[in-house]
């Protein structure tokens, strides 16, 4: 964050006036969002001085940006952090980033179980949150090897990783995006999407602010609301989660609620090419799908002059100066056209996993890819498509069935809005699928499910046996699907346990 300071306090001073954050309590000026950070940070600077590592409470309100400034006008490194994040999280967090201070509300502190042993000094900070540390002496900002910004994120293992972003990555993946959206300074970008996740702290915080272009928050997911902000405030971009977007489809007065928008970026998960392709009809906009990860933020998207089965059917193309490579089961890359593990390098990269307060480096091949853990296609063109993870399969009696291939089959229904597929356990099968959808109609039975897919010709053995009608899928704190609370509530609903 410490050139995005230098930046905005400068913006500050020549444009004071101009609007730097919209929230829930109203609208920011530069002047006083400069002046709110530049505050912070002497605070910062009489309590523990040097360049300290701070772990902020993120919420989507003008205090994000604003302690973020502040610790990059102390030069230090900004970890940014869920209200709702468990007391073990919080544990993850204390002991793989070490933070110097930690600022939040008194709420989230006590959730959080922030304890006296750890930080025993308080003061009060951005109008009413707490701000504590220890009188331990302040750690070398010199141990993120040259990070300025720390999310956490679920990854695949379960485990929650702490992943470390240099300010050179950011600012690429921004400056990227803007290009390619084609935005310009003052075209307000959105952030809906919660500001503790790497992607939404990138394209949601930073992006605005590098761009000098108000940042339009909204802090809890509400899609009817999350569209009247757009209208509102004449938002220009925004980035979110498949989930998200096509629940703005279903939401009341959603018909042409986005004719503002130069383009929304959707990604982060799995998507149906005609599912976005209604969605974006119905809400007036356009869509571009991505592909990236916390890892290696945002790298890839196709252009909003790309035709929809660019931009709604395959995954982007590489950011100038990024490479995405399919390989097989050697390491070796794959001709185009042939599906394979993906692999990627470029500038955005990260540093590395927080671990007791200092990145680990990325694991990479011998000439510095990175392994996404995905299967990827790459087109003659260059355009890729994501084809699901390694392991997202569910085996039923010894037979593989790709959980994207049937969630792409079923999304076809044009009724379908989203749907997830799930093993549930079988003492016999060991597995067997449940899909279950949100429907834009009447619900959808097993009937309608089977009778479509033999319709299209789709293998058999690879039908849901099971498909339940819900209102939302299941999501985690960020917008994206939770596959596992889906599984449980699959499993639930086979059961009997739980009602539609």
Not at 131 to 143: E, H, I, L, N
Not at 376 to 384: F, H, K, L, P, S
Request: charged share 20%.
């Amino acid at each position: 964050m410490w050139e995005l300071a230098r930046e905005f306090v400068a913006r500050a001073k020549s444009s004071p006036d101009e609007i730097a954050v919209v929230d829930a309590s109203g609208e920011y000026t530069a002047a006083r969002i400069a002046a709110a950070a530049t505050e912070l940070a002497a605070l910062l600077d009489t309590a523990r001085g040097g360049s300290p590592t701070v772990l902020v409470q993120a919420d989507n309100s003008w205090r994000t940006l604003t302690a973020a400034l502040a610790v990059g006008l102390r030069g230090g490194v900004v970890a940014v952090f869920s209200r709702h994040a468990t007391p073990s999280e919080f544990a993850v967090a204390l002991h793989d980033i070490a933070p110097d201070v930690v600022i939040a509300d008194p709420g989230s502190l006590a959730h959080w179980g922030a304890s006296d042993d750890h930080f025993s000094e308080e003061a009060t900070a951005l109008d009413g949150w707490s701000m504590r540390w220890s009188r331990t002496p302040v750690s070398d900002v010199a141990r993120w090897n040259g990070g300025i910004a720390i999310a956490m994120t679920s990854g695949s293992t379960g485990h929650p990783k702490c992943v470390v972003q240099s300010e050179s990555a950011i600012r690429y993946a921004c400056r990227c995006t803007i290009d390619a959206v084609g935005l310009e300074p003052r075209d307000p970008v959105a952030a809906f999407v919660p500001l503790s996740s790497v992607a939404a702290f990138c394209f949601g915080l930073y992006l605005p602010t590098m761009l000098a272009a108000p940042m339009v928050c909204m802090d809890g997911w509400k899609p009817a609301a999350a569209l009247e902000v757009v209208r509102k405030h004449q938002v220009a971009w925004t980035m979110l989660v498949p989930t998200m977007a096509l629940q703005l489809a279903v939401a009341p007065d959603a018909a042409g609620a986005l004719t503002s928008l130069r383009a929304m970026t959707v990604g982060g998960g799995p998507m149906d090419a005609g599912a976005l392709g209604r969605a974006e009809q119905i809400l007036g906009t356009t869509f571009l799908r991505v592909f990236g990860m916390s890892e290696c933020l945002g790298h890839t998207t196709p252009l909003p002059s790309d035709e929809p089965a660019v931009r709604l059917g395959r995954d982007g193309r590489p950011f100038p100066g990024t490479v995405v490579r399919a390989v097989d089961e050697h390491g070796a890359p794959l001709p185009p056209g042939r599906v394979g593990d993906a692999q990627v390098n470029g500038p955005s990269l990260f540093v590395g996993y927080a671990r007791a307060g200092v990145p680990a480096p990325p694991e990479l091949t011998a000439d510095g890819f990175l392994p996404t853990g995905d299967l990827v296609e790459i087109a003659d063109d260059g355009t890729i498509r994501v084809m699901g993870r390694q392991k997202q399969i569910i085996i039923r009696g010894g037979r593989n069935i790709d959980i994207n291939e049937v969630e792409a089959a079923i999304a076809r229904i044009p009724t379908v809005s989203q749907v997830c597929v799930v093993p549930v356990p079988d003492e016999m099968l060991g597995e067997r699928a449940a899909a279950l959808v949100v429907s834009t109609g009447a619900p959808i039975t097993l009937g309608e499910v089977v009778a479509h897919l033999g319709d299209i010709e789709f293998p058999k053995f690879k039908w849901p046996e099971f498909v339940f009608t819900i209102d939302d899928l299941p999501q985690n704190r960020v917008g994206k699907l939770s596959r596992p609370d889906a599984v449980d509530l699959a499993t639930r609903l086979l059961a009997g346990t739980e009602t539609t």
